[in-house]
């Protein structure tokens, strides 16, 4: 296949990338060889150089092994983005096992659901998801054997390791955990072992994580990123951002860990660059954010289109000195033109867009940062990554210039399939591509369009409706802050269209005027057919917009009344 975008490449960025054999692991190696006293990470103020962190992973290793891990074992790691998180991800690498990666607001039947399929065995977790969860449930989760449990003050420094319990308690994130068989304390492990030296063979194909999917349209599936797959998604990162000073920049560690954008360009992406990640457990404290920012003069900042936003209405936000960051890096949904220029001009830095899933580990398309960036685009293929787009009805005919279709990917950050589930694997790899279920169209130059998901678009009167091409339209209102458009039953045209819109503070607008502005926009039939104020739309732990449960939230209203025309909702300050 002709690589044509890779005209559109910076210079320096490579067309072709291909895995080197290395792991993540020999690229913090690499990093601890040439910057061992460099900060690793930071937790307020408490900080670790690389070869500290080094240290406590290989001891963690071997405590681990003690605990039964070994190669192809599964072990969860459940904790918000801390230095432990790091520890014990690296530490399970280390010994070949498999990192589960949990989520922390999961709820039971998620936590029983993700462990039984997988099969964890360890679980490392925090005092207070242990106590008030974990522990409530063990008899669900009969593979669990081993539990080690951490305080997020372990790692703060003193005095806050002291003052934090109070405050934490109050928030139940802190509880004194009981002495009792099968369960040990992170800090002690680490103090009691001597570092691990053993290596086991670990090969390019062995599975490194089992990284499950969201569950929002179905069961929730483990996809089985490999050692190559992880490894060379952060090397596509460092590539793509050849400005990168290696060894001195400085990362906001803001996108979970749990998340596989967050554990590729916020953990093995800094490692491999040997930058000093500023870590920040709770990404919604927005004031935490831009502290950080100021505190230590962060230069990278991977994020969400949501936390951009946040950041540009921050209070006094233009009085702040933010100029320090240099390279942003934008997924996970859409980054509107006017929050990304507000951001730009306030810090002086280049946001690129990109895109990817958790089936490609995640990242396969990103816009440059110097050369061409098309607004609305994800950007371009990545280095050594080939795409296609086919036909919905067969996914076998490949279709041209901007004609709308399945994205298929084919690179070296690839799944290798789904745990367990060979049926769903069969469904998603096909001959080595990987269809996403996205629906999108090229452009003549690469540059590749998302307009939306085969399981949201809508079905409205015979035609194809894109929730996010409608979504775009209500952002672009000056009075609009947030806007998410689902389809739901409808006995006439199968589904009609509505949108559910957060106004901007201090802004007003009414139904009456929305619809004016999108009958200017939008051709008839992808015109809402009613639009519902909110005060906030509901979210993911990565920002994202859960359209699936305000959809669930309509049918549930549907049930019991019906809908009303959209002339009698009532518009919100």
């Given at each position: 296949m002709e690589r044509f975008w890779t005209k559109h490449y910076d210079e320096d960025v490579p067309a072709d990338l291909t895995h080197d054999g290395r792991t993540v692991l020999d690229n913090l190696d690499q990093s601890v060889s040439r910057w061992p006293n460099q900060p690793a990470c930071t937790l307020k103020g408490k900080t670790l150089s690389y070869r500290e962190l080094k240290d406590q992973i290989d001891r963690f290793a071997s405590a681990l092994s003690k605990l039964g891990v070994k190669k192809d074992s599964r072990v969860s790691v459940w904790m918000p983005n801390l230095p432990q998180t790091i520890i014990a991800s690296y530490a399970t690498f280390k010994l070949g096992a498999q990192v589960v990666n949990t989520n922390p607001l999961y709820v039971e039947r998620e936590i029983e659901h993700q462990y039984n399929d997988a099969g964890v065995s360890v679980v490392v977790t925090c005092d207070f998801l242990w106590m008030y969860r974990l522990k409530l449930m063990m008899s669900k989760v009969p593979t669990v054997k081993q539990v080690v449990v951490t305080s997020?003050?372990?790692?703060?420094?003193?005095?806050?390791?002291?003052?934090?319990?109070?405050?934490?308690?109050?928030t139940k994130?802190?509880?004194?955990?009981?002495?009792?068989?099968?369960?040990?304390?992170?800090?002690?492990?680490?103090?009691?072992?001597?570092?691990?030296?053993?290596?086991?063979?670990?090969?390019?194909?062995?599975v490194a994580v089992l990284q499950y999917t969201g569950g929002t349209t179905g069961v929730s599936k483990g996809a089985m990123l490999t050692h190559c797959n992880i490894a060379v998604n952060a090397q596509q990162c460092l590539a793509w951002f050849p400005r990168v000073e290696l060894g001195r920049e400085v990362l906001l560690a803001c996108l979970p860990y749990f998340h596989s954008f967050g554990m590729t360009v916020s953990m093995n992406f800094p490692v491999l660059a040997g930058a000093h990640v500023v870590l920040t457990p709770n990404p919604r404290d927005i004031a935490d954010l831009v502290n950080s920012i100021t505190k230590y003069r962060v230069t990278l900042f991977p994020a969400v289109p949501a936390l951009f936003l946040a950041i540009n209405n921050y209070p006094d936000i233009d009085k702040t000195d933010i100029s320090c960051v240099k390279f942003c890096f934008s997924g996970s949904a859409p980054l509107p033109l006017d929050v990304l220029e507000r951001f730009e001009k306030l810090t002086g830095s280049k946001i690129t867009e990109g895109f990817g899933l958790t089936e490609t580990s995640p990242v396969s398309h990103v816009n440059p940062l110097f050369k061409v960036r098309k607004p609305g685009s994800v950007g371009i293929p990545m280095s050594g990554t080939d795409v296609k787009i086919v036909d919905i009805e067969t996914g076998e005919k490949e279709l041209g210039v901007n004609q709308?279709?399945?994205?298929?990917?084919?690179?070296?950050?690839?799944?290798?399939?789904?745990?367990?589930?060979?049926d769903e694997?069969?469904?998603?790899?096909?001959?080595?591509?990987?269809?996403?279920g996205d629906l999108a169209k090229m452009d003549d130059d690469g540059y590749t369009y998302i307009v939306g998901r085969k399981k949201e678009m809508i079905l409205s009167g015979g035609y194809n409706v894109y929730p996010d091409e409608i979504d775009n339209v209500l952002f672009a209102h000056p009075a609009v802050l947030e806007a998410a458009s689902i389809g739901v039953p409808d006995e006439r045209r199968g589904e009609s269209i509505k949108s559910f819109v957060v106004l901007k503070p201090g802004s007003q607008a009414t139904v009456d005027?929305?619809?004016?502005?999108?009958?200017?926009?939008?051709?008839?039939?992808?015109?809402?057919?009613?639009?519902?104020?909110?005060?906030?739309l509901p979210k993911s732990t990565m920002m994202k917009i859960l359209r699936r449960e305000l959809k669930d939230r309509e049918l549930a209203k549907m049930k019991t009344q019906p809908p009303k025309p959209a002339a009698e909702q009532q518009p919100s300050a």
């Open positions: 997020i003050p372990d790692y703060l420094p003193f005095p806050l390791n002291l003052l934090a319990p109070l405050k934490l308690k109050k994130q802190y509880v004194k955990v009981p002495r009792e068989a099968n369960v040990h304390y992170f800090k002690e492990l680490i103090a009691q072992n001597q570092p691990w030296t053993a290596k086991p063979p670990i090969t390019p194909d062995d709308e279709g399945e994205l298929c990917i084919k690179g070296p950050q690839v799944m290798k399939g789904y745990w367990n589930r060979p694997t069969a469904k998603m790899i096909k001959d080595g591509w990987c269809y996403t005027e929305i619809m004016a502005f999108c009958k200017k926009e939008l051709a008839a039939y992808k015109v809402p057919k009613a639009i519902e104020f909110l005060d906030a």
